[in-house]
């Protein structure tokens, strides 16, 4: 028993040092303030959503060994809602299991997909002042050297200055010599395009790289990515620039 608190007070201790050094690190250092990009809108505060892609029978991308996208999505999904709590922020989960949030009793798969969907948008769309960080991974398996974090972007105001925040972030703390710019995401995602809330999708690395795949399944490196994503988010609520 003793060993395993203090195995749980290291965990945690190391969990937000980590998050504290790094938000340290993209908050306050070398930054111009400006007019916060996020605020309480008619007395309404922001929520910041945090999706978690796919889930249950829909396992999203799959690395040649067997590891779904899914449940890397949910720990670091998971990770980044603690950390945006533990720095105050409003919250909610799309999901907090490795489950799909479609309507039940659906007939086939693909039914089931679209629901789920669908439900993902009416939960951003039915949040007042809403802020959506979608979390996911990418793959590229005609180039399996291809790894990193990118950012993608709707159209909706604010969510390209928070792609670039959170895509610094990453550059500094993930994607060292190998950074990323963020894009404009394609129309035809569906979930992005239909959300009338500023969002992002964070494809924290590629499943067609081994190493990064070994890597995307650590604790710590989970841990990094989220304290990553989570501290971009709240320099850009704060009214960071970027460089």
Same mark, same amino acid.
């Given at each position: ?8 007070v290291f965990l945690l201790s190391a969990f937000?040092c980590c998050f504290l050094a790094g938000l340290? !690190? +993209? $908050?306050?250092?070398? &930054?111009?303030?400006?007019? /916060? ?5 008619? =007395?309404?505060? *922001? ?82 002042? !809403? +802020? $959506?960080?979608?979390? &996911?991974?990418?793959?590229? /398996? ?5 790894? =990193?974090?990118? *950012? ?92």
């Amino acid at each position: 028993m003793i060993i395993l608190i203090r195995k749980r007070v290291f965990l945690l201790s190391a969990f937000f040092c980590c998050f504290l050094a790094g938000l340290a !690190a +993209v $908050l306050f250092f070398g &930054h111009t303030p400006a007019a /916060p990009v996020f605020a309480a809108r008619d =007395g309404v505060p *922001v929520t910041v959503v945090v999706d978690a892609g796919h889930g249950g029978e829909d396992g999203g991308a799959t690395s040649p060994d067997g590891v779904e996208e899914s449940r890397l999505n949910l720990e670091i999904a998971l990770r980044v809602n603690d950390l945006l709590r533990f720095a105050g922020q409003r919250t909610l989960l799309t999901r907090s299991e490795d489950v799909t949030i479609a309507d039940p009793d659906l007939g086939t798969v693909r039914q089931r997909k679209v629901s789920d969907l669908k439900n993902r948008v009416a939960m951003v769309n039915g949040t007042e002042n !809403a +802020v $959506l960080l979608s979390v &996911h991974q990418n793959s590229l /398996p005609s180039s399996v050297v291809t790894h =990193g974090a990118q *950012v993608f972007w709707n159209r909706q105001e604010g969510a390209e200055t928070l792609a670039e925040t959170v895509q610094e972030a990453l550059n500094e703390s993930i994607n060292a010599g190998n950074e990323k710019h963020p894009k404009p995401i394609p129309a035809t995602i569906y979930l992005m395009k239909n959300i009338t809330a500023p969002g992002i999708i964070v494809e924290c690395g590629f499943l067609s790289n081994p190493e990064e795949t070994v890597q995307l399944q650590q604790p710590d490196y989970q841990l990094k990515l989220a304290a990553a994503i989570a501290a971009g988010y709240l320099r850009c609520a704060a009214g960071e620039e970027v460089p």
